[in-house]
């Protein structure tokens, strides 16, 4: 009879607080808990590390830079003042500089409308960026810490210095080569190979969501018999796009508590006290959003049928579960492989086969170029270099054009072809740069002892910041503000020559990597 009793109270319990306290359908971990107005920036991803020791685990926020871009800098300007207000992040670590390089000192010297007037003329110039916009503005308390190590800086900002002799030529060069490339397309691409590419394109240019795309490259794989399941992250972000439109939200929420009233009834004594004590570890934040679920999915197996009477919780865990399963730098991979798959199945010819790889070749040498490659991306160019060079291309390009009577000017690019390895001491001195961020992030958070940190980089670093951080142990957001126009990037290259002179009134530049 007591033990009964007993039981019954712990119920009671249990129910009031799993079913009043809100926590099916958000974790209260920094990461998951996470939210940026998408009129500011959007989150890419979040990796959190699972491990026992999650409590100390260092967190880093990493917003990816664009230099120098007026609307950008004032929206990261935004996301930092919401990150330091609303989560109580005091270190803002970024590149460009070494140690400190807090300009909080300037605050004194003006009234604050003052310091927005003269700090807002200067982040339009591009002479300051968004964090330091912030710093100079407001009167929040946090520290500027540069992660930079000056030699390699130096070495990489002289890499730079010395290819701009070479890099506009090179550009313009790529930019006629790709001028004949696109005018053989409606001469030698099948319709089917000219419709996947008008596609490829729409998304490219934002003109088709990543949601729709990644639909229309399910269609495709299908239709040539390519599964699209062996791809199990465009497989899942493809479900999880179309259950997350099955799903009602506001009938989930109704249907929770019954769900956990109706589990309660089925434990035993010793269960409800596992419950219990695995809903206060998801409130301490010592076991994750995916954990908790599967924890709640597994007590109600053999004595709940949630498909049957809670579908709207079931749709829900499945939502989760998929979510969980998608890494998008895994998808972004799946993505470009079955791109791959499609086309070659599209191809019919050898001409079509050699323009498809010329025009590829391109796309990369292209960003190459720009300065625009991810570190994965540059690994790649570096294994089968020989393929980028123009030479190569000429022979197969020159009679194409003469039979569809095409006229060209075809040259062997000895601004791209002679010039490739100084491009890649660029690079391979960025990717040095990394290694450097890393240890000079975890030595000033160490000393300092905070878990939680804002990481600013530009965007070649994000995905290689983001793989160091991933094996080192830390936990991670990578965030992007919000960048409507694209506009020229002379402002930042002035920035990096040195030069003052430019009126301060030119137009935003467009994102670059640095």
């Not at 990816?64 to 929206?75: M, S, T």
């Not at 495709?220 to 997350?244: G, M």
């Amino acid at each position: 009879m007591k033990q009964t009793c007993y039981r019954r109270i712990i119920l009671l319990v249990v129910i009031q607080f799993l079913v009043f306290s809100g926590l099916v359908f958000s974790s209260s971990t920094l990461l998951t808990d996470l939210k940026i107005p998408s009129q500011i920036g959007s989150i890419k991803e979040v990796f959190e590390n699972n491990s026992l020791n999650s409590l100390s685990t260092p967190t880093i926020i990493q917003i990816q830079d664009a230099h120098c871009n007026y609307e950008a800098q004032k929206n990261l300007a935004t996301i930092l003042e919401y990150l330091i207000k609303e989560k109580n992040v005091k270190l803002v670590l970024v590149e460009g500089g070494s140690g400190n390089v807090t300009l909080s000192f300037l605050r004194s010297y003006a009234e604050k409308k003052d310091r927005e007037l003269i700090a807002d003329k200067y982040l339009r110039s591009g002479k300051i960026s968004g964090e330091e916009y912030l710093d100079i503005v407001s009167d929040y308390n946090f520290e500027l810490y540069g992660i930079e190590d000056p030699a390699l800086y130096q070495s990489n900002l002289d890499s730079f210095l010395n290819i701009e002799v070479y890099r506009n030529d090179a550009l313009k060069e790529t930019t006629a080569l790709r001028k004949i490339v696109d005018a053989l397309k409606p001469e030698m691409y099948s319709e089917g190979l000219k419709d996947f590419e008008q596609q490829k394109n729409r998304y490219q240019s934002k003109q088709m969501t990543l949601a729709e795309y990644s639909a229309y490259l399910k269609d495709k794989a299908e239709r040539i018999n390519l599964k699209i399941e062996e791809y199990s992250h465009i497989d899942a972000f493809v479900k999880s796009v179309q259950l997350e439109k099955e799903i009602d939200f506001k009938e989930a929420e109704a249907q929770r508590g019954l769900f956990i009233k109706e589990l309660a009834k089925t434990l035993t004594e010793p269960e409800v006290k596992e419950l219990i004590a695995r809903t206060q570890d998801y409130k301490a934040q010592k076991i994750s959003n995916i954990e908790y679920y599967a924890f709640l999915k597994s007590k109600a197996e053999g004595r709940i049928n949630i498909k049957e009477s809670f579908p709207q919780i079931n749709s829900y865990m499945f939502y989760i579960e998929l979510g969980n399963q998608i890494k998008p730098e895994v998808l972004i991979k799946d993505i470009s492989v079955i791109e791959n798959k499609i086309k070659e199945a599209l191809i019919s010819n050898k001409g079509e086969k050699e323009l498809c790889r010329i025009s590829d070749s391109l796309d990369i040498l292209e960003r190459f170029l720009k300065l625009d490659l991810t570190p994965g991306e540059y690994e790649n160019f570096i294994s089968c270099e020989n393929d980028f060079k123009t030479s190569a291309w000429m022979e197969f390009l020159a009679q194409a054009c003469q039979k569809y009577g095409i006229t060209d000017n075809l040259q062997d690019s000895d601004s791209i072809d002679g010039n490739i390895d100084k491009f890649n001491d660029f690079y391979r001195i960025g990717l040095e740069r990394e290694q450097s961020f890393m240890k000079n992030i975890a030595d000033k958070m160490a000393a300092s002892g905070d878990k939680v940190a804002v990481v600013i980089t530009g965007g070649f670093h994000t995905s290689g910041m983001s793989k160091l951080f991933k094996d080192n142990g830390y936990s991670y957001a990578v965030v992007t503000p919000a960048i409507t126009e694209k506009a020229d990037p002379a402002i930042y290259y002035s920035i990096l020559r040195g030069e003052t002179g430019r009126d301060d009134t030119t137009t935003d530049s467009d994102s670059e990597n640095d």
